[in-house]
C-alpha cells in the first residue's frame, strides 16, 4: 500500500518544502495538496488515505511532529496530562542503562527535519563577551558553548595565555589544597550515607535490583567484602562506569531522599 501511495506522490506537485512544515496562523499545510487545515492528521487520513506517520515518513517530518495547529494542540495536551498522566511510567527511561538507551537509538533514521534542525544549529550565531578587553562580538553557538573564556583577536588570546601562564604558577598549591579538601568531605560523605544505609536494614536493601544491590555491596562494603571504587566496580560488572555512577545516585536518592547529598 505504501508503495502505491508513493507512486500517486510521485506524480503530484510538491506544496511546501521537504523536511519541513509551512504554517498560517492556526492551520498547516498539506504537502500534497497546498491548503491548510487545523488537524492535518485528519486531513491526510480523510483525502489522501495516508496515515498520520506515513505521512511525516514521507516527507522527512520527525516521527514526534505534530500534525495539529498549537490551539488544537494545546487542548490535546492539557486533556492528555488529566486523563493519562496516571497511567504513565515516568521513571522507565530514568532507570535504563547508557548501553540499553544505546540500543534502543541504534540504527534509527534520522529524518530530514533533524537534519535541518541540527544544521541550523550548528550555523546559528550568539553574542560573547571577550575575556581581555571587554569587547562584545559573534561565534558560533556550538563553539560558545565550550566550557573556556573566548578572546576577540589573537592579540587578546596570547594575552589571555600569559596571564594563566603567571597564575599556574601561583594556584599549583591552591589546587592541591582543593583536591585534598574535597577528597576528605567525599570520604566524610561516603561514610554518613553508609551508616544511614546500614539503619534501614537488610529488608529493605533486599528491594533493590539485582545489580543495584551488587554495586551498593561493593561501594560500601556491605556483606563483610572491603570497599571498592567505581572504577573497579565497574570493570568487575562489565559495564560503564558512568553506570556505576548513576545507579549509585538513584538508590541514595531512592533510599535517603535528594539531600543525602548536600547534608
Known sequence: MMSTLLDKIAEMPLHGAMGRLSA???????HLCGRFYVSLAAHVVQRHGMRADEYRETFGLNATTALVGPSLRAIRRATGR????PYQDHHRFANLSSEERSTQVRGREVRLETRRALAAAKQRQVAVVCAICGQTFTLKASRARRPERHTCSLDCRRELLRRDGIQAA??????ENRARGNAVRWER????????LQTLGGGTLDTLPARDRQIVDRYYGFGGDAQQTQSEIARSLGVDPKTVHRRLRAVVVRLLGPDAFTS
Open 170 to 175: 601561583n594556584s599549583e598549591t591552591s589546587r
Open 24 to 30: 498560517a496562523g492556526d492551520r498547516l499545510q498539506c
Open 82 to 85: 488529566r486523563v493519562l498522566t
Open 189 to 196: 560523605r561516603k561514610t554518613t550515607i553508609a551508616a544511614r
